[in-house]
C-alpha cells in the first residue's frame, strides 16, 4: 500500500512527535531544582540517566546526544560569562573610580550622630593614578581580586597598560592541558592584549607550526619578547630549529626569544642571531 500522505504532512507529524518527546524530556527534569542545597552532582546525574533506556551504555545513540549537550550547555555559560563581563566593563567604564574612608569626627562627639553621607569622606582618583597602582600588582592578583571589586575596577582591570606581559604570574598554565592553540588565540584577541611585548608559552605548551606562530604574530604585532619553551619531560613537544627560525622571521619586533635547547643546533642558534641581530637566551 503506497502512502498518499503529501511530504509536507508528513514531515509535521514528524516534527510534532519531536516536540513531544523533547516535552516528555522536559517534564522528566522539572522536577529537579539546583537551587535546593541537598540537589548534589548525583542527583543531577541520576535524574539525567532517567532520560535513557535502562539497557544504554555510553555507544548508545540517546547517551551520545546527552553527553554532547554538556558541551553545549558550558559553551552557553562560558559565553554568558563572557556576556556579562563585557556589560560590567562597559558600565564600569562610565563610572568613577572611588575610594570611601571613615570621617574624622572628633569635634562632634556628644552630639546628634551624623549622617551616612557625613560619616564618610570619599576620594576620586584619576584613572591613570589608579593604574599605576595596579601595576604593582601581578596578573594573577588583578584578574583574581581586583577585577571582582566592582564595575570600575573590572574596567581599569583591562587597560592593554596593565597588560604587556602574558605568562605564568598571570595564571597562564596548562596543567590540566584543556588549553588548546584556538583558545589561546581567542585569549589573546581580547582588547586589553593588544599591547602586548612579552608572552611565554603556558605550560605544557602547544605544539608551534608555521601556520601557528604567524596567527600569533598577528594577535601580538608588538611582542618583543617570546618564551616558546615547551615542557623538559622527554614526552612533551620539542622546539625544532626551524621553528625557531620562523618565530625569529614572522614576528618583526622581537628581540629575545627564550627556549630550551633541546633539538636546536648550533647552524640554527647562528641563522636565528643574523636574522634577530641579538642573543638567543636558553631557560635553565
Known sequence: MSNNTPPAKRRAKRKAADADIDADETSALAS????????????IAAALLTLLPDNASRQHAMAQKLTKAFSLVISELENRSNKLA???ESQGTRKPIAFRFPAHDEGKQGEERVSEEEAWSTIHLPEESFLNIMKFLTGRQIVKCASLTNKAWLSASRNPLLWDSLDNSCGLTNANKKLNMTALQNLLRRPQFASLKHLMMPRNALKLSAKSIKQLSKLCPCLESFSVGFATDITGPKMKGADLIEVAETFSNLNAIHTHMWSITSMDIVSVA???????????
Open 32 to 43: 529537579l531544582d539546583l537551587s535546593k542545597s541537598k540537589t548534589g552532582p548525583t542527583a
Open 274 to 284: 643574523k636574522i634577530m641581530e641579538c642573543k638567543i637566551v636558553p631557560i635553565i
Open 86 to 88: 563585557r556589560e560590567s
